[in-house]
């Protein structure tokens, strides 16, 4: 049956919605002359079909003799007049901004969308098809099964951050026919190392379809990290073993309900702050010609405000906007079944005209929805915007990239900074997160993620070398707050050597063992580099991907790993529900927090403020919360955590009581000890740069 328009369907859902006869097409396209909608055979011949309806300003028709597979996309034709914003152009292939699956991939050519004129940007009537995805229709039917999601509580969360693509491209046990794939991830080999690492939480770089940035394809690279998001609806097809013509939908599925089931949450990484289409002088691919006023944060009418940096921001503040924005993450929650989202630039989405506003429109939707304020909500806590670094100043609901927890450690083990800001970061940034009900599990704890070195690459290099990049070595920060000791990049000398992996070890201690919710950046549990590249988002290759061929030392580091993980699991003193208040559970005990200085005593306020000051113990307390009322924390091992940044030995008293009478080692990441008993007032030689953790043993 050849598709024809047998009524006027609705306005209501936005999109292509298969039917029993055909499909309903909605397109909110205010400000447009008309709408067409182009359906493409297997040969990549079109036909178009005017949708005959418009009803408050969205176009419609129902088309009946469409099925499952479809490829399609909309022209739409109107003013252009991009001094005030309106780019209408029915010479350009649109992609549907609902579309479940897009099938192809963005291809530059010069004639096609090169702007003429610079003052002008007169109208380029070039046709786009052959150069753009085609959206794809796609039935929502699959079986999930008992399905549930593993809801596991914040305060128990270990997040692991990794990409779909990298992981499995070269593990050798995932074939090869699926590595790289939503497919490679679920396979056996890469949940067992998650389930053996005691991670909880899979955190996913973008996933939504995404398309080469046009100055990325001139120098021949590839996005790699897909921050420049087209189909806020579609997994992105090249991640897909199985097809593109809707079989990227059901691979998606099969890999979230096969990590359900082996009990690990899945979060995506999700960028809903700009588009594809970048500034003025981008492509138009979809938003641009649909309706640019309506989906741009528009400065002039021509020019864009870019809060991002990355040449346009999504207007979330405009209704139709935020509509799909909520409609999208609903999908992926009911649909897609994923547990959580980590927003991109989060600030920038908290936008009301020009000033972040953490009561505006997107904040308080999210709030008031009764699925969405249910998952996992992190936000990355800054966008570049002025005023935008916003850490500590999202609602209750929200967890935050605690971006001054990474630099503080970084600082601090490196040996830049002394301990003033050190028992914040440790204890669960009560400074920033201690007030209007939040939890000491809204701080997302992280040394390293995948914008910037992994912990190899920090204890490796003094600066970036980003060459590979083609930018010169302009592109990535400068502040790395990283150090090489001794010499840029990979050494045989066997000082530098052990000096770095005492210090990976220390920083994935100190993370692991830090109140509030780590996040591990995939890799680092082996020491995975990247060669000194600070900004590997365009290097889909060796530069980027999980090498699982390990030297012996980064086995040992991995069962490091482990044990520390597990050490968190098992005890809840690393996992506080509450903020500390450093007083005693009961009388004459011990506080719930301590701060011991290397004389045995506690530290005195000239100490934590010294910045030579480069050795302190956390006492960690097992006898409870102090929180009237408070009834799930049962009583727990003591401990002692020394941390010891200073590049020379170091004698550590042990303290008496109330702390404890006897102390027995738990793991020193310098030097191996018996697990021997330690009275208090004994002496504990500290390695340059390491850490030590001791249980109280009495």
Same mark, same amino acid.
């Given at each position: 049956?050849?598709?024809?328009?047998?009524?006027?369907?609705?306005?209501?859902?936005?999109?292509?919605?298969?039917?029993?006869? =055909?499909?309903?097409?909605?397109?909110?396209?205010?400000?447009?002359?008309?709408?067409?909608?182009?359906?493409?055979?297997?040969?990549?011949?079109?036909?178009?079909?005017? +949708?005959?309806?418009?009803?408050?300003?969205?176009?419609?028709?129902?088309?009946?003799?469409?099925?499952?597979?479809?490829?399609?996309?909309?022209?739409?034709?109107?003013?252009?007049?991009?001094?005030?914003?309106?780019?209408?152009?029915?010479?350009?292939?649109?992609?549907?901004?609902?579309?479940?699956? +897009?099938?192809?991939?963005?291809?530059?050519?010069?004639?096609?969308?090169?702007?003429? =004129?610079?003052?002008?940007?007169?109208?380029?009537?070039?046709?786009?098809?052959?150069?753009?995805?085609?959206?794809?229709?796609?039935? !929502?039917?699959?079986?999930?099964?008992?399905?549930?999601?593993? $809801?596991?509580?914040?305060?128990?969360?270990?997040?692991?951050? !990794?990409?779909?693509?990298?992981?499995?491209?070269?593990?050798?046990?995932?074939?090869?026919?699926?590595?790289?794939?939503?497919?490679?991830?679920?396979?056996?080999?890469?949940?067992?190392?998650?389930?053996?690492?005691?991670?909880?939480?899979?955190?996913?770089?973008?996933?939504?379809?995404?398309?080469?940035?046009?100055?990325?394809?001139?120098?021949?690279?590839?996005?790699?990290?897909?921050?420049?998001?087209?189909?806020?609806?579609?997994?992105?097809?090249?991640?897909?073993?199985?097809?593109?013509?809707?079989?990227?939908?059901?691979?998606?599925?099969?890999?979230?309900? !096969?990590?359900?089931?082996?009990?690990?949450?899945?979060?995506?990484?999700?960028?809903?702050?700009?588009?594809?289409?970048?500034?003025? +002088?981008?492509?138009?691919?979809?938003?641009?010609?649909?309706?640019?006023?309506?989906?741009?944060?528009?400065?002039?009418?021509?020019?864009?405000?870019?809060?991002?940096?990355?040449?346009?921001?999504?207007?979330?503040?405009?209704?139709?906007?935020?509509?799909?924005?909520?409609?999208?993450?609903?999908?992926?929650?009911?649909?897609?079944?994923?547990?959580?989202?980590?927003?991109?630039?989060?600030?920038?989405?908290?936008?009301?005209?020009?000033? @972040?506003?953490?009561?505006?429109?997107?904040?308080?939707?999210?709030?008031?929805?009764?699925?969405?304020?249910?998952?996992?909500?992190?936000?990355?806590?800054?966008?570049?915007?002025?005023? =935008?670094?916003?850490?500590?100043?999202?609602?209750?609901?929200?967890?935050?990239?605690?971006?001054?927890?990474?630099?503080?450690?970084?600082?601090?083990?490196?040996?830049?900074?002394?301990?003033?800001?050190? =028992?914040?970061?440790?204890?669960?940034?009560?400074?920033?997160?201690?007030?209007?009900?939040?939890?000491?599990?809204?701080?997302?704890?992280?040394?390293?993620?995948?914008?910037?070195?992994?912990?190899?690459?920090?204890?490796?290099?003094?600066?970036?070398?980003?060459?590979?990049?083609?930018?010169?070595?302009?592109?990535?920060?400068? #502040?790395?707050?990283?150090?090489?000791?001794?010499?840029?990049?990979?050494?045989? #000398?066997?000082?530098?050597?052990?000096?770095?992996?005492? $210090?990976?070890?220390?920083?994935?201690?100190?993370? +692991?063992?830090?109140?509030?919710?780590?996040?591990?950046?995939?890799?680092?549990?082996?020491?995975?580099? $990247?060669?000194?590249?600070?900004?590997?988002?365009?290097?889909?290759?060796?530069?980027?991907?999980?090498?699982?061929?390990?030297?012996?030392?980064?086995?040992?580091?991995? #069962?490091?790993?482990?044990?520390?993980?597990?050490?968190?699991?098992?005890?809840?003193?690393?996992? $506080?529900?509450?903020?500390?208040?450093?007083?005693?559970?009961?009388?004459?005990?011990?506080?719930?927090?301590?701060?011991?200085?290397?004389?045995?005593?506690?530290?005195?306020?000239?100490?934590?403020?010294?910045?030579?000051?480069?050795?302190?113990?956390?006492?960690?307390?097992?006898?409870?919360?102090?929180?009237?009322?408070?009834?799930?924390?049962?009583?727990?091992?003591?401990?002692?955590?020394?941390?010891?940044?200073?590049?020379?030995?170091?004698?550590?008293?042990?303290?008496?009581?109330?702390?404890?009478?006897?102390?027995? @080692?738990?793991?020193?990441?310098?030097?191996?000890?018996?697990?021997?008993?330690?009275?208090?007032?004994?002496?504990?030689?500290?390695?340059?740069?390491?850490?030590?953790?001791?249980?109280?043993?009495?």
């Amino acid at each position: 049956m050849e598709p024809m328009i047998d009524g006027a369907g609705s306005w209501d859902p936005l999109g292509l919605t298969l039917d029993a006869t =055909g499909a309903n097409v909605a397109l909110w396209a205010p400000g447009a002359t008309h709408v067409d909608l182009c359906l493409f055979d297997e040969a990549g011949r079109e036909r178009v079909i005017r +949708l005959p309806e418009q009803t408050f300003g969205i176009f419609h028709g129902h088309i009946g003799g469409i099925s499952s597979g479809a490829a399609y996309g909309f022209r739409v034709d109107g003013p252009w007049e991009p001094s005030q914003g309106a780019r209408w152009n029915p010479h350009k292939l649109l992609m549907d901004p609902y579309a479940r699956a +897009l099938d192809g991939d963005f291809r530059l050519d010069p004639a096609v969308f090169a702007h003429v =004129g610079s003052d002008d940007l007169m109208r380029n009537d070039a046709d786009s098809a052959p150069f753009v995805p085609r959206s794809i229709a796609v039935t !929502t039917s699959f079986d999930w099964y008992d399905d549930r999601p593993p $809801q596991t509580p914040w305060t128990d969360t270990v997040i692991y951050e !990794t990409h779909v693509r990298g992981i499995s491209m070269r593990h050798p046990q995932v074939p090869e026919n699926i590595r790289g794939t939503y497919a490679g991830l679920a396979h056996p080999a890469i949940i067992d190392h998650l389930l053996s690492l005691g991670v909880t939480s899979v955190e996913l770089l973008p996933t939504h379809h995404f398309v080469n940035e046009p100055h990325l394809l001139e120098l021949g690279l590839t996005n790699y990290w897909g921050y420049n998001t087209l189909g806020f609806f579609a997994p992105h097809a090249h991640y897909s073993a199985s097809g593109s013509r809707g079989e990227q939908v059901r691979e998606f599925k099969e890999m979230v309900r !096969t990590l359900h089931s082996a009990g690990l949450e899945v979060i995506l990484d999700v960028v809903y702050n700009h588009t594809a289409e970048g500034n003025e +002088l981008g492509p138009t691919l979809s938003f641009r010609g649909i309706c640019n006023p309506g989906y741009y944060r528009l400065s002039d009418g021509r020019h864009y405000m870019d809060y991002t940096g990355c040449g346009n921001t999504l207007d979330v503040s405009n209704p139709h906007v935020l509509q799909m924005v909520m409609d999208s993450l609903r999908y992926w929650v009911t649909e897609m079944h994923v547990d959580g989202f980590r927003f991109d630039l989060a600030s920038a989405l908290a936008r009301s005209f020009h000033d @972040v506003d953490m009561l505006g429109t997107f904040m308080t939707t999210i709030q008031q929805d009764p699925i969405l304020r249910r998952v996992k909500l992190i936000a990355e806590p800054w966008d570049v915007g002025p005023g =935008g670094y916003q850490v500590g100043e999202f609602p209750m609901l929200w967890a935050e990239w605690n971006g001054r927890y990474r630099d503080n450690i970084r600082d601090f083990w490196r040996g830049s900074a002394g301990v003033g800001e050190l =028992g914040w970061r440790l204890s669960g940034s009560a400074d920033l997160y201690g007030g209007e009900g939040r939890r000491p599990y809204s701080s997302i704890n992280f040394i390293t993620a995948h914008d910037g070195f992994p912990m190899r690459d920090l204890t490796t290099y003094d600066h970036k070398h980003n060459e590979a990049n083609l930018e010169d070595n302009r592109d990535g920060t400068d #502040d790395n707050r990283s150090a090489n000791y001794g010499h840029e990049g990979e050494t045989d #000398d066997p000082v530098i050597t052990e000096t770095r992996q005492r $210090q990976i070890r220390n920083m994935f201690a100190t993370l +692991l063992l830090s109140t509030g919710v780590p996040m591990i950046l995939g890799g680092d549990e082996f020491g995975r580099t $990247q060669g000194g590249n600070n900004n590997a988002y365009c290097q889909d290759n060796d530069t980027s991907w999980f090498d699982w061929d390990w030297d012996p030392w980064q086995s040992q580091m991995l #069962d490091f790993a482990r044990m520390v993980v597990t050490l968190r699991r098992d005890h809840w003193v690393f996992r $506080q529900r509450f903020f500390f208040d450093g007083r005693p559970v009961r009388d004459g005990g011990a506080p719930d927090l301590g701060w011991i200085g290397p004389d045995g005593n506690p530290l005195t306020n000239e100490e934590w403020n010294a910045p030579w000051t480069q050795t302190l113990g956390m006492y960690l307390s097992g006898e409870g919360h102090h929180v009237p009322g408070d009834l799930l924390a049962p009583t727990d091992d003591s401990f002692l955590f020394l941390v010891h940044a200073s590049d020379d030995e170091y004698d550590f008293v042990l303290p008496g009581e109330p702390f404890g009478s006897s102390y027995e @080692v738990v793991f020193d990441t310098g030097t191996p000890r018996p697990a021997d008993r330690l009275s208090s007032g004994a002496t504990v030689r500290l390695t340059p740069r390491s850490c030590v953790l001791l249980r109280v043993a009495s």
